[in-house]
């Protein structure tokens, strides 16, 4: 079957789909509508969908090897400034990172191979996901059993990408680190409050907050190899309720990210000890809560090879690979990923007008709905091709 060719022949019905989740957006792991979605339309395409954990998956095929197809599917809790006829209506959720075009993508894929089964090699097991934007979609989804009956003896996913990169363009990591670990911190201080005018009688959170966030740079600074990549960022500073009053209480929220599992444990370790220590040489104490926890992002690189290799077979117009890219945003596919051997693929979705000038996350960017049918005909090729190859 010539996938890509099948794939634009239901191009309508591609729009469809990625129009429905744009604009019925929702966020975190509780997706009601989408999930409701996803499942309805397996059962459309002829599978037996069930719920995992807060998530979706199905299976079809044969025994054999078992390939996993992953999309995430949650938006951004941000207002959406795009423009769009069919933009999210509540002013409070968007789809600013793509994960609409994957689930759209993916839905498609699940129907060529369903038309295709009874020739496929193998099996091959969906993962819709929620919750990725806050890293707890995978987790929950493992939790759950995606990994198990059937094991996946591999797993598979896309990402688009906007910005004015021409439509064809892929991009990929088959030697290294292809994004960043992620580590969610809150630290919270308890100090001693007091009138402002008696700042003597106080043990201050601000004071000790303000110390703890200048000592925290200096762990990029000067305790980390500059070799490494390692940033620290406090996003969040809360504290007090007025001007002329000191809080007993201060909390601060931040991420660190780093491209090696050794820097990383490293930060972990300092972070608490330094947070904690300086809170006490100013005479209050700190908690370091760590929220979430996301390795790197590490494909394998056989298989990433062999998926290029297929990629190449399909006659995708201007279909350019660059290998060796690295982020330094995070993704929860690596929680798949240090557990199946994995590939992840970034796909173009961008325009060379000034739509192309916003970026992931911004409320104004967009995404090129060109980039469907080639996503969802990979998705669907090189599925067939590696259970061709990988024969048991």
């Excluded at 199905?58 to 938006?75: C, E, F, P, S, Y």
């Excluded at 890293?135 to 896309?158: C, Q, T, W």
């Excluded at 599992?261 to 490293?266: I, S």
Aim: hydrophobic share 40%.
């Amino acid at each position: 079957m010539d996938y890509f060719d099948h794939a634009q022949s239901l191009r309508e019905e591609l729009l469809e789909n990625r129009r429905y989740f744009h604009t019925n957006a929702e966020v975190g792991l509780h997706m009601p509508k989408a999930k409701a979605y996803v499942m309805k339309k397996l059962e459309e395409y002829g599978l037996k969908p069930q719920e995992c954990g807060e998530g979706v998956t199905a299976t079809l095929g044969h025994g054999g090897k078992v390939i996993l197809l992953r999309a995430d599917m949650d938006a951004l809790p941000m207002p959406e400034e795009s423009g769009l006829s069919f933009a999210c209506p509540t002013g409070e959720q968007a789809h600013a990172c793509g994960h609409d075009f994957h689930a759209a993508m993916l839905l498609t894929a699940a129907k060529l191979l369903k038309e295709d089964e009874a020739s496929l090699k193998g099996t091959v097991k969906f993962m819709f996901q929620p919750a990725e934007e806050t890293f707890e979609g995978s987790r929950n989804m493992i939790e759950h059993g995606i990994l198990e009956n059937p094991k996946p003896d591999v797993a598979l996913a896309y990402h688009v990408s906007p910005g004015k990169l021409p439509i064809g363009t892929y991009l990929y990591n088959d030697s290294g680190t292809m994004m960043f670990s992620v580590d969610t911190f809150e630290i919270h201080i308890q100090g001693k409050g007091s009138h402002g005018a008696y700042p003597h009688l106080s043990i201050d959170p601000i004071n000790i907050g303000v110390h703890i966030h200048l000592a925290l740079q200096e762990l990029i600074a000067r305790e980390s190899d500059p070799s490494d990549a390692c940033l620290l960022t406090v996003g969040q500073f809360t504290a007090g309720s007025a001007a002329n009053i000191i809080p007993d209480t201060a909390v601060l929220k931040g991420t660190m990210r780093t491209n090696k599992k050794e820097a990383r444990e490293k930060l972990v370790r300092r972070l608490k000890e330094v947070s904690e220590a300086t809170a006490t040489v100013y005479g209050g104490s700190a908690d370091v809560v760590f929220t979430c926890n996301v390795p790197t992002l590490v494909c394998d690189g056989t298989l990433t090879k062999e998926v290029v290799s297929y990629m190449t077979e399909l006659p995708i117009p201007n279909a350019v690979g660059y290998s060796g890219i690295s982020a330094s945003a995070s993704e929860d596919f690596s929680l798949i990923a240090e557990r199946v051997p994995s590939a992840f693929m970034y796909l173009s979705a961008g325009y060379a007008d000034e739509r192309g000038d916003y970026p992931a996350h911004n409320p104004k960017v967009q995404f090129n709905e060109e980039v469907l049918p080639i996503g969802a005909a990979y998705l669907a090729h090189c599925t067939v091709r590696w259970l061709e190859e990988h024969i048991n």
